[in-house]
């Protein structure tokens, strides 16, 4: 493991977001594994938000290594880490299909 290479999944969530408790039950549904970090509670953890998010607080975003992800969905976070930290993916990790939606998107965008 190089120095660079990333050791965890940092997330920034404060209480009474939708978009962060929808995020978690679907890293959980994934199985990612990632420590939680309350910007209301962590001074600190929100500075780190706002070098991330244009100054803002804005949450839920997460931190892989030098990688800041403002409002990322858990594909496009599942993605990130299959292409540059497999090793913080689940044993055994398939990503999933996309639907209908992600299969018409696909052909339309490419």
């Known amino acids: 493991m190089t120095a660079s290479t ?3 999944v940092d ?4 209480p ?3 978009f962060c408790s929808s995020l978690i039950r679907q ?3 994934l199985g990612i594994d ?3 970090h ?3 509670e962590d001074p600190a953890a929100a500075e780190i938000v706002r070098t991330h998010a244009n100054g ?3 949450v839920p975003t997460v931190v892989i290594g030098e990688v800041g992800m403002v409002n990322p969905s858990a594909a496009q976070l ?3 880490l299959a292409q540059h930290a497999p090793d913080l993916l689940p044993d055994g990790y398939v990503a999933p299909e996309p639907g209908p939606v992600g299969r018409a998107l696909g052909k339309i965008f490419g």
């Open 6 to 8: 990333p050791t965890q």
């Open 11 to 14: 997330l920034y969530w404060r």
């Open 16 to 18: 009474g977001c939708g």
């Open 27 to 29: 890293l959980d549904k």
């Open 34 to 36: 990632r420590v939680e």
């Open 38 to 40: 309350n910007i209301w």
């Open 56 to 58: 803002n607080e804005t």
């Open 78 to 80: 599942a993605a990130h």
